[in-house]
């Protein structure tokens, strides 16, 4: 190695130590994962399916005062606990400034979730594997495609993981330092059992799995379980009945059992026994998503494992035994839960995210020790180009399908499948031009070559990691500022809203839907064809979907206008169309349509072509 090249390793460490020290890591991580996720949480519409429905049993807890049960319409949704649609009422009423239909008030609690998250895992990995390593782990973590995007989608995932670190911090701070005083482990039993029953109450079981799967294995690499004694304290144990306990009395009694019934008896057995509601995949389903979704931690991913492997069974690091006992507290927690995970017969993307933090903090440390590793002149060659192979190919899936060729694709693949349009030219004429590549796409791009060629080149770690960090925040930002908003011919629920706006179906208008109109608006509107949630959430509660829709007109006057939303690649939207037309004839009554708007229903793959059709009370002019 040149000495021009230990002298930068030697700078880059000190650099480290002074910004993973004090204050300033905690400011930097926080500001980095809330740049990163804001600009989806303000610019994305409303998304199918869970999204929209979390959404609207939070809307429907504000317009009702019934916050014990959680409904979606007039039915009941009894599958997860109520916390997290406690948290996003709760910001809704804060600073939504009356209006309970904007979704961005809703993914607050997720926002905030995901940043609280990303100090949590600098926090768990402070005790485990010291700052330096603590602090670029999380930083992976906060800037990781997986995590932001969680951030800006009004469920669970984003205020779970948060909770779920908390809990296994105060885990492996009893683990590692379990000759702590009596007060100090009663402390940290209390904050396990406080973090295990806040995270209950918004996923029931998840966080109880992780930690207890780790701490069966510590148990058993350890041979003692002293170390756990503080857990089984009563006043923890109480905390956590305290939690969780009175709200799921409430709703037990509110729904007569069916809460437990519907939670456990469907929700929870169907995703044990079976692949629930279609999600379903092989073992290896999350390693296959790991390219995309843990970037751009990849880019370290596979020499980080290797010293952890070698470290584990002595055959490498000379590492102080604190460390090695975090390392081995790492394994026990990444290790089972994904195993877990990919065994589990459903599957979504997103459920492995509890494991990330273990696997960001394991890469961070993986950083620090190549760092360190440069001045003995080690260089780790397959694997560093192993990982620069997953690095690469993770960015260059994800530059492709959110770049306009990539675009160009999906939409001619999605207009050759509408039956209604006369070909599929129609459709692209409809849907007209696509996005330029934006100074983020192509900001993306560049710093992610160059933080490549920079780790197999150069070998400068520290700058290839805030390179690679870098062109991941520039991606979200194309994603979630440019691409996903602009692409509204794959945002059906948006393209409705244009179709009822045409004929002013809509009381309450975004800029992007304004027209002169006057009242009467009508009540609801009826969809036929078509039935996702964002509809339901965007429009109003009381929007009509199938089966439940039925077509007819009402006698009485003040009943009108009728607004009915019709899917004519349906079946039921033409039949419709044909029964609803020879019925205003009948009754006199004057018909006004929108134009024809197609879209792709992403939420099936379905192609979508909607009319929406206004009757009025009194006869054409």
Same mark, same amino acid.
């Given at each position: 190695m040149t000495v021009a090249a230990r002298q930068g390793t030697a700078g880059g460490m000190t650099l480290l130590s002074r910004l993973s020290s004090g204050w300033k890591p905690w400011l930097i991580l926080a500001v980095l994962t809330f740049c990163a996720a804001a600009p989806g949480v303000l610019l994305v519409p409303a998304l199918d399916r869970d999204e929209s429905r979390f959404a609207q049993a939070s809307k429907?807890?504000?317009?009702?005062?019934?916050?014990?049960?959680? !409904?979606?319409?007039?039915?009941?949704?009894?599958?997860?606990?109520?916390?997290?649609?406690?948290?996003?009422?709760?910001?809704?009423?804060?600073?939504?400034?009356?209006?309970?239909?904007?979704?961005?008030?809703?993914?607050?609690?997720?926002?905030?979730g995901a940043v609280l998250a990303t100090l949590a895992v600098f926090w768990c990995g402070i005790v485990l594997i010291g700052r330096r390593g603590a602090f670029l782990g999380a930083?992976?973590?906060?800037?990781?495609?997986?995590?932001?995007?969680?951030?800006?989608?009004?469920?669970?995932?984003?205020v779970l993981v948060f909770l779920t670190v908390l809990t296994m911090g105060a885990l492996a701070r009893l683990y590692v330092r379990s000759e702590a005083d009596g007060r100090v482990q009663r402390r940290l039993g209390a904050l396990f059992w406080g973090a295990m029953g806040l995270a209950f109450l918004i996923k029931g079981p998840v966080?109880?799995?992780?930690?207890?799967l780790a701490a069966l294995c510590l148990w058993r690499v350890r041979g003692a379980a002293g170390w756990l004694k503080p857990l089984a304290d009563?006043?923890?144990?109480l905390l956590f009945?305290?939690?969780?306990?009175?709200?799921?009395?409430?709703?037990?009694?509110?729904?007569?059992?069916?809460?437990?019934?519907g939670a456990v008896g469907k929700d929870l057995k169907d995703k044990l026994v079976g692949a629930s509601e279609g999600h379903g995949g092989l073992p290896g389903y999350h390693l296959m998503f790991l390219v995309t979704h843990f970037f751009p931690a990849t880019l370290f991913l596979v020499p980080s494992l290797v010293l952890l492997v070698k470290t584990l069974r002595g055959r490498s690091l000379d590492v102080l035994a604190s460390e090695r006992s975090g390392l081995i507290f790492l394994a026990a927690w990444l290790v089972p839960t994904w195993i877990f995970f990919e065994f589990l017969p459903t599957k979504l993307s997103h459920y492995i995210l509890p494991a990330y933090p273990a696997l960001a903090l394991i890469c961070g440390w993986g950083v620090v020790q190549m760092m360190g590793q440069l001045k003995s002149g080690v260089r780790m060659p397959w694997s560093r180009f192993a990982s620069l192979g997953l690095f690469g190919l993770g960015g260059l899936a994800l530059m492709f399908a959110t770049s306009p060729f990539g675009a160009k694709l999906w939409q001619a693949e999605a207009a050759g499948d509408f039956e209604f349009a006369a070909t599929g030219s129609d459709v692209l004429a409809v849907w007209g031009q696509l996005p330029a590549m934006d100074l983020h796409w192509l900001g993306a791009?560049?710093?992610?070559?160059?933080?490549?060629?920079?780790?197999?080149?150069? +070998? +400068?770690?520290?700058?290839?990691?805030?390179?690679?960090?870098?062109?991941?925040?520039?991606?979200?930002?194309?994603? +979630?500022?440019?691409?996903?908003?602009?692409?509204?011919?794959?945002?059906?629920?948006?393209?409705?809203?244009?179709?009822l706006a045409e004929v002013c179906a809509l009381e309450t208008h975004s800029l992007l839907y304004r027209k002169s109109c006057q009242p009467p608006f009508p009540a609801r509107v009826q969809a036929v064809g078509y039935a996702e949630p964002s509809l339901v959430f965007t429009t109003g509660t009381d929007t009509?979907?199938?089966?439940?829709?039925?077509?007819?007109?009402?006698?009485?006057?003040?009943?009108?206008?009728?607004?009915?939303?019709?899917?004519?690649?349906?079946?039921?939207? !033409?039949?419709?169309?044909?029964?609803?037309?020879?019925?205003?004839?009948?009754?006199? !009554?004057?018909?006004?349509?929108?134009g024809v708007y197609f879209a792709l229903n992403y939420s099936n793959g379905d192609p979508a072509a909607f009319l929406a059709r206004r009757i009025d009370a009194q006869a054409c002019p």
């Amino acid at each position: 190695m040149t000495v021009a090249a230990r002298q930068g390793t030697a700078g880059g460490m000190t650099l480290l130590s002074r910004l993973s020290s004090g204050w300033k890591p905690w400011l930097i991580l926080a500001v980095l994962t809330f740049c990163a996720a804001a600009p989806g949480v303000l610019l994305v519409p409303a998304l199918d399916r869970d999204e929209s429905r979390f959404a609207q049993a939070s809307k429907q807890m504000l317009e009702t005062g019934d916050f014990i049960e959680i !409904r979606y319409q007039d039915e009941g949704r009894n599958k997860k606990p109520a916390g997290i649609h406690w948290l996003q009422a709760g910001a809704t009423k804060a600073v939504g400034g009356g209006a309970e239909d904007q979704i961005w008030t809703y993914r607050l609690p997720s926002l905030i979730g995901a940043v609280l998250a990303t100090l949590a895992v600098f926090w768990c990995g402070i005790v485990l594997i010291g700052r330096r390593g603590a602090f670029l782990g999380a930083a992976m973590f906060g800037a990781g495609l997986l995590l932001t995007s969680e951030a800006h989608i009004a469920k669970t995932d984003a205020v779970l993981v948060f909770l779920t670190v908390l809990t296994m911090g105060a885990l492996a701070r009893l683990y590692v330092r379990s000759e702590a005083d009596g007060r100090v482990q009663r402390r940290l039993g209390a904050l396990f059992w406080g973090a295990m029953g806040l995270a209950f109450l918004i996923k029931g079981p998840v966080t109880m799995l992780v930690a207890g799967l780790a701490a069966l294995c510590l148990w058993r690499v350890r041979g003692a379980a002293g170390w756990l004694k503080p857990l089984a304290d009563w006043r923890g144990l109480l905390l956590f009945a305290l939690l969780a306990l009175p709200w799921f009395i409430s709703v037990q009694l509110a729904t007569s059992g069916e809460f437990l019934e519907g939670a456990v008896g469907k929700d929870l057995k169907d995703k044990l026994v079976g692949a629930s509601e279609g999600h379903g995949g092989l073992p290896g389903y999350h390693l296959m998503f790991l390219v995309t979704h843990f970037f751009p931690a990849t880019l370290f991913l596979v020499p980080s494992l290797v010293l952890l492997v070698k470290t584990l069974r002595g055959r490498s690091l000379d590492v102080l035994a604190s460390e090695r006992s975090g390392l081995i507290f790492l394994a026990a927690w990444l290790v089972p839960t994904w195993i877990f995970f990919e065994f589990l017969p459903t599957k979504l993307s997103h459920y492995i995210l509890p494991a990330y933090p273990a696997l960001a903090l394991i890469c961070g440390w993986g950083v620090v020790q190549m760092m360190g590793q440069l001045k003995s002149g080690v260089r780790m060659p397959w694997s560093r180009f192993a990982s620069l192979g997953l690095f690469g190919l993770g960015g260059l899936a994800l530059m492709f399908a959110t770049s306009p060729f990539g675009a160009k694709l999906w939409q001619a693949e999605a207009a050759g499948d509408f039956e209604f349009a006369a070909t599929g030219s129609d459709v692209l004429a409809v849907w007209g031009q696509l996005p330029a590549m934006d100074l983020h796409w192509l900001g993306a791009g560049g710093l992610a070559l160059f933080g490549a060629a920079v780790f197999g080149v150069v +070998r +400068r770690y520290g700058a290839s990691l805030s390179f690679a960090i870098l062109a991941s925040v520039f991606l979200g930002w194309h994603i +979630r500022a440019v691409f996903l908003p602009g692409a509204v011919w794959m945002q059906p629920t948006v393209t409705v809203r244009l179709a009822l706006a045409e004929v002013c179906a809509l009381e309450t208008h975004s800029l992007l839907y304004r027209k002169s109109c006057q009242p009467p608006f009508p009540a609801r509107v009826q969809a036929v064809g078509y039935a996702e949630p964002s509809l339901v959430f965007t429009t109003g509660t009381d929007t009509s979907l199938p089966p439940r829709t039925q077509i007819g007109l009402p006698e009485a006057g003040s009943a009108y206008p009728v607004v009915y939303l019709l899917n004519l690649e349906d079946e039921a939207g !033409r039949a419709a169309r044909a029964e609803l037309g020879a019925l205003a004839e009948q009754a006199g !009554r004057c018909v006004t349509d929108s134009g024809v708007y197609f879209a792709l229903n992403y939420s099936n793959g379905d192609p979508a072509a909607f009319l929406a059709r206004r009757i009025d009370a009194q006869a054409c002019p």
